[in-house]
């Protein structure tokens, strides 16, 4: 996972608590984006960003927010964490959003709301 | 009903079988078709990308698409222990679109 780096790699927290997980990129690419993923579920997108400050929804954001101060760091925060958003969170990067580029991922950060 | 559908498995196989691996989607306006794969604790990982319909290979992996059926496969051939992961196929429909993806099959390669 070169060039993209989430911290921390595991947590545990307790309901009701606030939580920011963090997403650094070495890469310099414009797209950001966080997923979280669990069993049956695969992959959903809570918020992406296409730029500083530039964020928007995903279909799954409630609960979450996000920020993008500077082009290598794009944060998620739960708000007032809750049992059902423990789950494994990735982060993810692309240089474009045109043409056939994919994603690249981080190695994840494994969330227990407890 | 999901825009992607995809079978979970497990698929185990013995090494140097053939896998193939599918994915039907609904929106006949997905025009980008990518192959991610997963090894357990880790991030996916992108494999194989095409446009539109047809084939594309890269050594011992084959990914088709039939835009007609709304249908993607990916082949391996020859499959290897290293080959056990969950396989994730993703899409997207045009520029700036973002991926929309399968909810991964895993696969295990019995030695």
């Known amino acids: 996972d070169a060039g993209i780096t989430q911290s921390p790699r595991h947590k545990v927290t307790e309901t009701g608590t606030p939580v920011t997980l963090r997403c650094h990129q070495t890469e310099n690419h414009r797209y950001m984006y966080w997923y979280r993923q669990d069993p049956g579920h695969g992959l959903r997108l809570i918020h992406y960003s296409y730029g500083v400050k530039d964020t928007d929804k995903g279909e799954v954001s409630d609960g979450y927010s996000v920020s993008r101060s500077k082009t290598e760091d794009f944060l998620l925060t739960l708000e007032s964490a809750t049992s059902s958003q423990t789950s494994v969170y990735f982060c993810a990067i692309s240089e474009s959003n045109s043409g056939p580029y994919g994603y690249t991922f981080g190695s994840g950060t494994r969330l227990t709301v407890v | 009903q999901k825009e992607v559908e995809q079978d979970p498995g497990p698929l185990s196989v013995p090494e140097g079988a053939i896998v193939s691996l599918n994915c039907t989607y609904s929106n006949s306006a997905f025009q980008y078709f990518m192959w991610y794969r997963q090894y357990s604790r880790k991030g996916p990982e992108l494999l194989m990308y095409?446009?539109?319909?047809g084939n594309k290979e890269d050594g011992r992996f084959t990914a088709q698409v039939d835009k007609s059926s709304k249908y993607i496969s990916l082949f391996i051939r020859d499959s290897q222990p290293s080959d056990s992961a969950t396989y994730l196929c993703?899409?997207?429909?045009?520029?700036?679109?973002?991926?929309?993806f399968g909810t991964g099959t895993r696969l295990a390669v019995r030695p």
């Open positions: 095409t446009y539109s319909s």
């Open positions: 993703a899409m997207k429909k045009s520029s700036g679109d973002k991926l929309t």
